[in-house]
T-cell receptor, first 115, second 114 residues
Framework: NAGVTQTPKFRVLKTGQSMTLLCAQDMNHEYMYWYRQDPGMGLRLIHYSVGEGTTAKGEVPDGYNVSRLKKQNFLLGLESAAPSQTSVYFC??????????????FGPGTRLTVL | SQQGEEDPQALSIQEGENATMNCSYKTSINNLQWYRQNSGRGLVHLIL?????REKHSGRLRVTLDTSKKSSSLLITASRAADTASYFC??????????????FGKGTKLSVKP
């Protein structure tokens, strides 16, 4: 099993450009999450999904959109990149059993620089 | 906003010593989790402790939870150079309600010198 994978690993954008980050998981998890991590900070939740076809906003959703068309994939889009979106982006997935939530499994991250 | 706050922010010890990190949080929780992050890598889950548990062990790791004080501690015994990493506590924060969302602290940076 590959677990959680993210593409690309690195990307440099110019202000105003758009891009999509792809997250894929092969563990059949219901829940998927997108976080950003800035220097010296913990992770902050951007958007999350509790199942195929559903998404919801997290703590810092502005400037980002997401889609979950397939259970195994969770896409994060930046429509018009800004320097403030320079960060490391992590995707995670998780599951619940009998209504009890469990640990999250993280991808390796995407390092994005917006010039 | 961050719910969990780790203390200390940085910790430097010698190999073989024990390392203790603390986490405080603000609101009631269902569970508290500890994660490790090696430099430039993704987070790896270490331990999950539920609100009705007081202590949990996993190998050289021991986690305690005091819900009355809204605090948790992570103890790493007999530390090794390979334990050098940042350690984060995370609580189920409730964006959108109880849907498993986590709120992370800023982490403790542990350095274990050989």
């Amino acid at each position: 099993n590959a677990g959680v994978t993210q593409t690309p690993k690195f990307r440099v954008l110019k202000t105003g450009q758009s891009m999509t980050l792809l997250c894929a998981q092969d563990m059949n998890h219901e829940y998927m999450y997108w976080y950003r991590q800035d220097p010296g900070m913990g992770l902050r939740l951007i958007h999350y999904s509790v199942g195929e076809g559903t998404t919801a906003k997290g703590e810092v959703p502005d400037g980002y959109n997401v889609s979950r068309l397939k259970k195994q994939n969770f896409l994060l889009g930046l429509e018009s990149a800004a320097p403030s979106q320079t960060s490391v982006y992590f995707c995670a997935s998780s599951y619940s059993m009998a209504g009890v939530y469990n640990e999250q499994f993280f991808g390796p991250g995407t390092r994005l620089t917006v010039l | 906003s961050q719910q969990g706050e780790e203390d200390p922010q940085a910790l430097s010890i010698q190999e073989g010593e024990n390392a203790t990190m603390n986490c405080s949080y603000k609101t009631s929780i269902n569970n508290l989790q500890w994660y490790r992050q090696n430099s430039g890598r993704g987070l790896v889950h270490l331990i999950l402790i539920r609100s009705n548990e007081r202590e949990k062990h996993s190998g050289r790791l021991r986690v305690t939870l005091d819900t009355s004080k809204k605090s948790s501690s992570l103890l790493i015994t007999a530390s090794r150079a390979a334990d050098t990493a940042s350690y984060f506590c995370a609580t189920d924060g409730g964006y959108g309600g109880s849907q498993g969302n986590l709120i992370f602290g800023k982490g403790t940076k542990l350095s274990v010198k050989p």
